[in-house]
């Protein structure tokens, strides 16, 4: 891989995929390995994929015949894989003398080493997964208004505890796989070799609002997270409550047996 120009172009493409939930690349080929935090495969052709654990792909300068072998190698290591992958694509150029950062809808990087495609892959990355959690949050969001507009109006809604309880846990495997898995938030390991490389990870980052969307997809998370819990506190206090009328009617139908009994004789 030449310095300035990647496989044999000073512009190529750069495609993330967001496959599945999770990826077992612990056996990958140690022949077809350039690098591996985070795991960097060579395609047939010129291209190579940057792959992650948390289910993303991002694939440089890869035909279209090397994407589908890649997807069809990966799917039996993938954990629940996605029927539509979420994609995200960016162009890339290498230009020595132009500064880094996105110009005229492009990346411009200054070289193409192998530590800055890894930079750009991991920040697509993280992006495409921040998309579908926002979606995934999105859809949430348009679940709880029914709900609290029908609160507001009747003081009473609908549904069972458990399906409120399948969201919060839902809601917990998105935070375990942004926090736990794809730690999203933290530092990209390629800058503990590489620390020259800080700039351009905080240009990235600031170019695709990383930490933002982080920010903002926790917010979203802590209030969608405390609604569903309110909603099972509401729907516990209210079967709670039916519980102990039940109790008072059947005291006052054995006080009424009583009385009947003494009555009769």
Known sequence: MSADKPFGSASFRARA???GARLDLRNWPEAETLARAPLTAKLAGDGIAVLFRYGVAVLLNAAGDAERALRERLAPLMEHRYS?????ELEVRV???RPEGLQDGALVLQ???LERLQLVAEALSKSVLLAHY?????????????LALELERRGRFGGRTREHLKRI?????IESRMVGRAEIGDKPEVLWEHPRLERL???????FEIRERLAALDRKLELVARAERTLVDLMSTRHALRVEWYIVALIAFEIGLILYGMWRV
């Not at 926002?134 to 029914?146: G, H, K, N, T, V």
């Not at 990870?201 to 170019?207: F, I, S, V």
Request: aromatic share 2%; proline share 5%; glycine share 2%.
């Open 17 to 19: 995929l967001l496959l």
């Open 84 to 88: 539509s992958p979420e994609a995200e």
């Open 95 to 97: 230009d020595q003398t």
């Open 111 to 113: 070289s193409a080493s």
């Open 134 to 146: 926002e979606a995934r949050l999105a859809a949430d969001f348009d679940r709880i208004e029914p």
């Open 169 to 173: 846990g839902a809601l917990l495997l």
């Open 201 to 207: 990870n905080a240009l990235l980052e600031d170019e």
